[in-house]
C-alpha cells in the first residue's frame, strides 16, 4: 500500500516542507507543484501549458522535465488519452504490515540502503515493541521507531527503554491520537531527511559515512567489491558500485564505468588527462569522455 496515494496525504505539503532535500533547481520544484496541482483539480498538462504557466522557453522546460526524470521524479508516459505526468516517484514509499513478530520485519534491517519508519503496537501476540525493538537495533540505528500503548502501561519503565533503543515516541492510543498520526509523520520524516550519515552493514562489521567526507567510490577487480575513499580512509566493502550508487545522493555521478565521485568535492576536470582533481589535491586518473556532457551539465547547474 502507498501511503502517498491515501487521502490523508497532502502531497503539496510534503513537497513544501521537503523542498530543500529534494536537490533539484528552482525550476523543477515549481515544475513539480504545477503538475502536481493540476492533478489534484484533474486538469490537463501538456507542455505549452506548463511553459506558459511558468514563463519559460520550451528549451528550458526540456531540461527540467530530463532533469527530474533522471532523478526518478517523473515519469512521462504516452497512452491513448495523450501524454501523462507521472510524479509519484517524489513520495514513493511502502507500508507493510505484520500482525505478530517474525522474520520479515527484521529482514527489513538488514538492506543498509534502504529507509524505515516503524511503528509498532506495544503489545503483540508473541512478544512486545520493545522485543522488535532491540532487535532493530542491533543493526539500524537510523529509521525512527513509534511505539503505540495503552493507557495505564507503565510510563517509568518506556521512557527507560525510550533512551536506551532511541524510540522516537511512544503514543497512547486513546480516542484523539489519530488526530497526532500526520504531525508523527512528519518528525519521521524529518528524522530520516536530516540524516547526513550512510550506514553500512558488511559482514561483522558496520560502517557509518557521512556524505560529505566520502571523496569517491571506485569498483576494485573483483566485481563485486567497491572502495570507498573517504576523509578518514579507505573502506573496502562486499557490494556492487551499481547497488551503492543507487541510493547516494543526488552529488553523486558517475565519472567512468567504474568510478563514482561526489561532485562537491571535485575542484577540476582535466578532460585532456582523463583525470578529475579532489578538494583534497588527489589526482584520480577514471574520467571517461562518455561522461563529458553529463558531468559539464552538472557543473553548470
Known sequence: MKIYKEAYFDRNAWLLDNMDKLNVSHLEFLVLLVINFCQEHNKEINLDFLCEKLQVSPNDLDKALASLSGKGYLRIDINEKGICYDIDGVFDFDIVKYDKICDGI??????CYEKHVFLLDYYLPNGTA???ARKIREDDWDSPIVI?????????ILKAYKKRLQILDFIVKDE???????ELFDLCLAQLNYSEKFSYKNSFMSYNFDYDKIQYI??????????????????PLTTTLKKFYKHLTNNYVYTHKSCIVNMARVKLFD??????????????????RLRRKELMERENR
Open 106 to 111: 527484521f529482514e527489513k534491517c538488514e538492506n
Open 130 to 132: 520493545v522485543d522488535i
Open 148 to 156: 503505540f500503548t495503552a493507557e495505564g502501561d507503565d510510563n517509568v
Open 176 to 182: 484523539d491520537y489519530q488526530s497526532n498520526l500526520l
Open 218 to 235: 571506485y569498483k576494485l577487480n573483483n566485481e563485486r567489491r567497491i572502495m570507498v575513499v573517504t576523509d578518514n580512509g579507505s573502506y
Open 271 to 288: 578532460w585532456k588527462n582523463s583525470k578529475f582533481v579532489l578538494d583534497s589535491g588527489e589526482e584520480v586518473y577514471m574520467l571517461s
